[in-house]
C-alpha cells in the first residue's frame, strides 16, 4: 500500500510540474511583417524567436498554424550555409525561408514532422547559403504565393508592405 500511495505522489508532482512548465511559457511576441515581390506583397503574422531557447523551440508541439502565420528566427550574426533546422517534435510540415542581411530570401526548403523519438534520427534542413534570419510557414506557403529567392521579407511592416 505505501509504494501505491509513493507512486501516485510522485506521478501527482510530475504532473504538476509539467503543468507549472506549460503555464510559465510565455508566448513569444509578435510582429506584422510582409513577403514582398516583383508585384505583390503578402501580410503575415510572425512571432519572433530571437534568444536560443526560444529558437531551439521553435514550433515543436504545435498541432496547427493559421494560414498567414509563421514564425521568424533572429540571429545577431550570419549563420553558415551548413547551418539548418530540424523537425524533431515538430508535428506539422513546414516550408522555411532562410534570409540575407536584408531580408532577401536566399533559400527554400520544405520541412517534413519527424516522427522519431530520438532526436538523432531526425534530418536536418541547412540552408545551403549562409543566412540571418529564417521564417518558418505552412508547407506550401511559398509555392502556392509564387515567393522565391530574392523575394524579401520587409519587417516591421509599419505600412512598408508594397512591392
Known amino acids: 500500500m505505501f509504494r501505491v500511495l509513493l507512486a501516485t505522489c510522485a506521478l501527482m508532482a510530475l504532473a504538476a510540474c509539467g503543468a507549472a512548465d506549460a503555464r510559465d511559457e510565455q508566448p513569444l511576441p509578435a510582429i506584422e511583417a ?9 501580410p503575415v ?5 530571437s534568444e536560443p531557447e526560444q529558437r531551439r523551440r521553435g514550433l515543436m508541439g504545435r498541432e496547427h498554424l493559421q494560414d498567414n502565420a509563421g514564425m521568424l528566427f533572429e540571429y545577431q550574426q550570419l549563420r553558415p550555409a551548413d547551418h539548418g533546422f530540424w523537425m524533431y517534435q515538430t508535428l506539422i510540415p513546414l516550408d522555411i525561408a532562410y534570409l540575407g542581411a536584408q531580408g532577401e530570401i536566399v ?3 520544405q520541412m517534413h514532422p519527424c ?3 530520438r532526436s538523432s534520427d ?4 541547412p540552408a545551403g547559403k549562409p543566412f540571418l534570419s529564417a521564417v518558418e510557414m505552412n508547407a506550401g506557403y511559398f509555392h502556392e504565393r509564387g515567393i522565391g529567392t530574392g523575394d524579401r521579407l520587409v519587417w516591421p511592416a509599419n505600412g512598408a508592405c508594397k512591392p
Open 45 to 49: 503574422m510572425l512571432e519572433v524567436a
Open 115 to 117: 516522427a522519431s523519438s
Open 34 to 42: 510582409c513577403f514582398v515581390t516583383a508585384d505583390r506583397s503578402y
Open 107 to 109: 533559400s527554400l526548403r
Open 122 to 125: 531526425c534530418p536536418a534542413y
